[in-house]
């Protein structure tokens, strides 16, 4: 029998791009797959078309619950999913036609706990970009160099992936928190890996929304950031207490992201944040190992001519 896989979509309020991100999974090349749609508190039509679609189709489950924001939506998804193995979808995007048998071979032909593909970026001009770039799948096997990719962007993300439902038994998405959510998740499901791979094929359409939570003007949710790079420091300190580099990417990582945000509000009321900022990285961060070369690259300006760092961001906040 061949394996299933459950698809999860956390929706809310999300009738203008809805059916086709569902159209996008009826679609697929690979057949054996569970839609679990979690309506969370929709005041628009949403529910209604998950109904719809789960009318017309045996493989859709919906369940519709009060909000609870997306965290509580994929964690009641995770509850209820039954397949063997688990992917995201957002309910604003779409994926290939065959992105799940895409993912499902490459997770079997490595027998890794989770596959990593790549993803089509949608930009602010409308253009498509793929959010990384490699030759050949890049296999990590072994905790430390499993944990040695967490640095890499494309751990910030629970979408386009797949992962073995045994490894992520028991974990999580924080209830509560916006941003970064994601990222956290991945962390706590790779410490019970042994094995994971990246892969070069696209498998997940991510489409740029003015508004969503990941591009809506700086406030206070974004201090999630900051909330789950200590998280992530405090475990990695329990874990593997002298492996620095590691920690010391993470935070940096972490840091120069909330900065960056700080400094796109593109007004005066953060400058002090800002200003700590700067200190706090020059002070704690290193440009060592494990780092992206871009990552080394922000923090040599920040240490070094940080005013020069902060107008080129605010000089491509409004070029873009």
């Excluded at 509850?79 to 992105?99: E, H, L, M, Q, R």
């Amino acid at each position: 029998m061949a394996d299933c896989v459950s698809i999860i979509i956390p929706i809310y309020n999300s009738e203008k791009f809805l059916r086709d991100c569902l159209d996008s999974l009826v679609n697929q090349t690979y057949k054996e797959i569970e839609i679990v749609c979690v309506d969370d508190g929709s005041k628009d039509s949403s529910g209604k078309i998950c109904d719809e679609y789960s009318d017309k189709y045996s493989n859709f489950k919906v369940i519709h619950q009060p909000n609870g924001g997306v965290c509580a939506a994929r964690n009641t998804g995770l509850d209820n999913a039954t397949g063997d193995y688990v992917c995201f979808v957002d309910s604003d995007d779409t994926i290939p036609a065959n992105a799940i048998e895409i993912l499902h071979t490459k997770i079997k032909e490595y027998s890794a706990n989770i596959v990593i593909g790549n993803a089509a970026v949608e930009l602010s001009n409308g253009k498509f970009m793929p959010f990384f770039e490699i030759s050949n799948d890049i296999v990590s096997e072994g905790k430390e160099n499993i944990l040695k990719r967490i640095p890499q962007y494309i751990y910030d993300s629970a979408w386009a992936k797949l992962y073995d439902k045994k490894a992520i038994d028991g974990v999580r998405f924080k209830v509560g928190k916006k941003i970064n959510e994601d990222g956290f998740f991945v962390f706590e499901s790779l410490k019970n890996c042994t094995k994971i791979v990246e892969i070069n094929n696209e498998v997940y359409n991510y489409l740029y929304r003015a508004g969503s939570a990941s591009h809506s003007e700086f406030s206070e949710k974004y201090y999630d950031i900051l909330y789950f790079r200590d998280e992530k420091v405090k475990t990695l300190n329990e874990t593997y207490p002298d492996n620095k580099k590691l920690i010391n990417a993470v935070y940096t990582r972490h840091s120069i992201s909330f900065l960056n945000l700080l400094i796109r509000a593109g007004h005066k009321k953060y400058e002090k944040e800002i200003k700590d900022m700067v200190k706090d990285i020059r002070k704690h961060c290193k440009p060592i190992d494990y780092l992206p070369k871009k990552e080394k690259f922000k923090l040599f300006l920040i240490k070094h001519c940080a005013w020069v760092y902060i107008r080129i961001m605010r000089r491509g906040l409004k070029n873009g």
